[in-house]
Protein backbone atom coordinates (compact mmCIF):
# COMPACT_ATOMS: atom_id res chain seq x y z
CA UNK A 1 0.00 0.00 0.00
CA UNK A 2 1.35 3.53 -0.36
CA UNK A 3 -0.05 5.58 2.47
CA UNK A 4 0.67 9.88 2.05
CA UNK A 5 1.10 11.52 5.27
CA UNK A 6 0.61 15.21 5.02
CA UNK A 7 3.60 16.78 5.57
CA UNK A 8 2.57 20.26 6.77
CA UNK A 9 3.80 20.07 10.49
CA UNK A 10 3.08 17.81 12.89
CA UNK A 11 4.65 14.43 13.61
CA UNK A 12 4.75 13.56 9.76
CA UNK A 13 8.06 11.30 10.31
CA UNK A 14 6.64 9.69 13.59
CA UNK A 15 3.34 8.03 10.97
CA UNK A 16 6.08 7.82 8.10
CA UNK A 17 8.56 5.03 10.70
CA UNK A 18 5.13 3.52 11.29
CA UNK A 19 4.13 3.22 7.98
CA UNK A 20 7.54 2.03 7.13
CA UNK A 21 7.84 -0.38 9.93
CA UNK A 22 4.59 -2.11 8.70
CA UNK A 23 6.59 -3.06 5.26
CA UNK A 24 4.34 0.11 3.38
CA UNK A 25 5.33 2.62 1.34
CA UNK A 26 4.42 6.14 3.02
CA UNK A 27 4.62 8.93 0.55
CA UNK A 28 5.19 12.90 1.78
CA UNK A 29 2.14 14.81 0.54
CA UNK A 30 3.11 18.47 0.26
CA UNK A 31 1.44 19.45 -3.02
CA UNK A 32 -1.14 18.23 -5.14
CA UNK A 33 0.44 15.98 -7.55
CA UNK A 34 1.73 13.86 -4.32
CA UNK A 35 -2.11 12.91 -3.69
CA UNK A 36 -2.77 11.12 -6.82
CA UNK A 37 -0.97 7.69 -6.45
CA UNK A 38 -1.89 7.25 -2.48
CA UNK A 39 -4.16 4.20 -1.71
CA UNK A 40 -5.08 5.91 1.87
CA UNK A 41 -3.80 9.44 3.46
CA UNK A 42 -3.00 10.21 7.44
CA UNK A 43 -3.69 13.81 8.39
CA UNK A 44 -1.12 14.66 11.33
CA UNK A 45 -1.73 16.38 14.34
CA UNK A 46 -0.37 19.87 14.66
CA UNK A 47 -2.16 23.45 14.42
CA UNK A 48 -5.13 22.72 12.83
CA UNK A 49 -5.76 26.48 11.76
CA UNK A 50 -2.50 26.60 10.64
CA UNK A 51 -2.62 23.45 8.64
CA UNK A 52 -5.82 24.47 6.93
CA UNK A 53 -4.83 27.88 5.68
CA UNK A 54 -1.31 25.86 4.02
CA UNK A 55 -4.07 23.58 2.40
CA UNK A 56 -5.97 26.47 1.21
CA UNK A 57 -3.20 27.97 -0.08
CA UNK A 58 -1.60 25.01 -1.99
CA UNK A 59 -4.72 24.01 -3.52
CA UNK A 60 -4.57 20.88 -1.67
CA UNK A 61 -8.19 21.43 0.07
CA UNK A 62 -10.15 20.84 -2.61
CA UNK A 63 -8.37 17.65 -4.18
CA UNK A 64 -8.46 16.19 -0.35
CA UNK A 65 -11.71 16.48 -0.12
CA UNK A 66 -12.62 15.33 -3.42
CA UNK A 67 -10.82 12.10 -2.98
CA UNK A 68 -11.79 11.23 0.63
CA UNK A 69 -15.61 11.92 -1.38
CA UNK A 70 -14.71 9.21 -3.73
CA UNK A 71 -13.86 7.00 -0.96
CA UNK A 72 -10.08 7.34 -0.24
CA UNK A 73 -9.71 6.45 3.30
CA UNK A 74 -8.39 8.85 5.25
CA UNK A 75 -7.48 9.27 8.99
CA UNK A 76 -7.36 12.29 11.14
CA UNK A 77 -4.92 12.39 14.28
CA UNK A 78 -5.48 15.06 16.60
CA UNK A 79 -5.32 18.45 14.31
CA UNK A 80 -6.37 16.12 11.83
CA UNK A 81 -9.34 14.86 13.52
CA UNK A 82 -10.30 18.73 13.47
CA UNK A 83 -9.53 19.19 9.67
CA UNK A 84 -11.87 16.46 9.06
CA UNK A 85 -15.00 17.46 11.43
CA UNK A 86 -18.02 19.35 9.66
CA UNK A 87 -18.51 21.13 12.83
CA UNK A 88 -15.72 22.72 15.20
CA UNK A 89 -17.11 24.23 18.40
CA UNK A 90 -17.76 28.12 18.76
CA UNK A 91 -15.89 28.36 15.36
CA UNK A 92 -18.06 29.69 12.38
CA UNK A 93 -15.75 27.98 9.81
CA UNK A 94 -15.18 24.38 9.28
CA UNK A 95 -11.99 22.86 7.12
CA UNK A 96 -12.20 20.02 5.09
CA UNK A 97 -15.97 18.97 7.02
CA UNK A 98 -16.21 15.67 5.49
CA UNK A 99 -17.20 13.66 8.26
CA UNK A 100 -20.10 13.94 10.27
CA UNK A 101 -18.94 14.80 14.01
CA UNK A 102 -18.47 17.85 15.76
CA UNK A 103 -15.04 18.45 18.17
CA UNK A 104 -14.07 20.94 20.73
CA UNK A 105 -10.92 21.88 20.45
CA UNK A 106 -8.31 21.82 23.20
CA UNK A 107 -11.19 19.84 25.19
CA UNK A 108 -9.02 19.31 28.02
CA UNK A 109 -7.81 22.14 29.01
CA UNK A 110 -4.51 23.91 30.54
CA UNK A 111 -4.35 21.48 33.39
CA UNK A 112 -3.99 18.37 31.38
CA UNK A 113 -2.98 19.59 28.19
CA UNK A 114 -1.39 16.74 27.73
CA UNK A 115 -1.47 13.06 29.41
CA UNK A 116 -1.03 9.36 28.40
CA UNK A 117 -3.06 6.42 29.15
CA UNK A 118 -3.10 2.82 28.43
CA UNK A 119 -6.95 1.42 27.23
CA UNK A 120 -7.64 -1.82 24.94
CA UNK A 121 -9.50 -1.13 22.16
CA UNK A 122 -10.87 -4.63 20.72
CA UNK A 123 -11.32 -3.63 17.25
CA UNK A 124 -8.06 -2.76 17.25
CA UNK A 125 -5.87 -5.22 19.29
CA UNK A 126 -6.76 -7.08 22.41
CA UNK A 127 -3.76 -5.10 24.57
CA UNK A 128 -3.63 -2.50 25.91
CA UNK A 129 -2.13 0.27 23.50
CA UNK A 130 -1.16 3.89 24.77
CA UNK A 131 -3.28 6.97 24.03
CA UNK A 132 -1.23 10.13 23.98
CA UNK A 133 -3.42 13.55 24.12
CA UNK A 134 -1.65 16.63 23.75
CA UNK A 135 -3.71 19.72 23.30
CA UNK A 136 -6.39 17.32 22.48
CA UNK A 137 -9.84 17.85 20.80
CA UNK A 138 -12.71 15.49 21.72
CA UNK A 139 -16.19 14.69 20.05
CA UNK A 140 -18.99 16.31 21.57
CA UNK A 141 -21.77 15.15 18.63
CA UNK A 142 -22.37 12.59 16.11
CA UNK A 143 -24.00 12.32 13.18
CA UNK A 144 -26.02 9.31 11.52
CA UNK A 145 -23.55 6.48 10.23
CA UNK A 146 -20.33 7.59 12.89
CA UNK A 147 -19.46 4.60 15.12
CA UNK A 148 -18.00 5.37 18.09
CA UNK A 149 -14.82 3.05 18.49
CA UNK A 150 -13.20 4.37 22.09
CA UNK A 151 -14.38 6.48 24.68
CA UNK A 152 -11.96 8.14 27.68
CA UNK A 153 -13.56 9.02 31.07
CA UNK A 154 -17.21 9.16 29.10
CA UNK A 155 -15.46 11.48 25.97
CA UNK A 156 -16.08 10.29 22.38
CA UNK A 157 -12.01 10.12 21.45
CA UNK A 158 -11.90 7.37 18.70
CA UNK A 159 -14.90 7.48 15.57
CA UNK A 160 -15.04 5.76 11.88
CA UNK A 161 -17.45 6.48 9.22
CA UNK A 162 -17.30 5.11 6.03
CA UNK A 163 -13.70 5.01 5.23
CA UNK A 164 -12.71 7.74 7.74
CA UNK A 165 -10.95 7.09 11.12
CA UNK A 166 -10.51 10.22 13.58
CA UNK A 167 -8.87 9.98 16.92
CA UNK A 168 -8.12 12.49 19.21
CA UNK A 169 -4.60 10.98 20.37
CA UNK A 170 -1.33 10.04 18.95
CA UNK A 171 -0.67 6.56 18.30
CA UNK A 172 2.31 7.69 15.72
CA UNK A 173 3.73 9.01 19.04
CA UNK A 174 4.29 5.54 20.76
CA UNK A 175 6.13 2.44 19.82
CA UNK A 176 2.89 0.43 19.28
CA UNK A 177 2.05 0.16 15.42
CA UNK A 178 -1.59 -1.44 16.23
CA UNK A 179 -3.38 2.22 15.13
CA UNK A 180 -1.43 1.77 11.90
CA UNK A 181 -2.17 -1.37 11.37
CA UNK A 182 -5.84 -1.39 11.68
CA UNK A 183 -5.36 1.80 9.71
CA UNK A 184 -3.74 -0.04 6.79
CA UNK A 185 -6.02 -2.88 6.67
CA UNK A 186 -9.04 -0.32 5.96
CA UNK A 187 -6.76 0.53 3.12
CA UNK A 188 -6.75 -2.83 1.67
CA UNK A 189 -10.04 -3.83 1.95
CA UNK A 190 -11.06 -1.14 -0.67
N1 LIG B 1 -4.82 21.99 19.69
C1 LIG B 1 -4.52 21.72 18.32
C2 LIG B 1 -5.61 22.33 17.40
O1 LIG B 1 -6.57 22.81 17.89
C3 LIG B 1 -4.42 20.23 18.08
C4 LIG B 1 -3.24 19.66 18.86
C5 LIG B 1 -2.58 18.47 18.25
O2 LIG B 1 -2.77 18.14 17.07
N2 LIG B 1 -1.76 17.80 19.03
O3 LIG B 1 -5.48 22.33 16.23
Known sequence: M??????IQGGV?????HIEALGHEAIKVKNVYDIKCIDGLILPGGESTAISKILRDTGLENLIKDRINDGM????????????AKEIE?????H???MDIKVRRNAYGSQVDSFSKDEVIEEVSDKAIPLVFIRAPYITGIGEGVR???KVDGNVVAVIQKKMLATSFHPELTKNLEFHKYFINMCMKL
Open 148 to 150: VVH
Open 2 to 7: KIGVLS
Open 13 to 17: SEHIH
Open 96 to 98: LAV
Open 90 to 94: NEDKA
Open 73 to 84: PVWGTCAGMILL
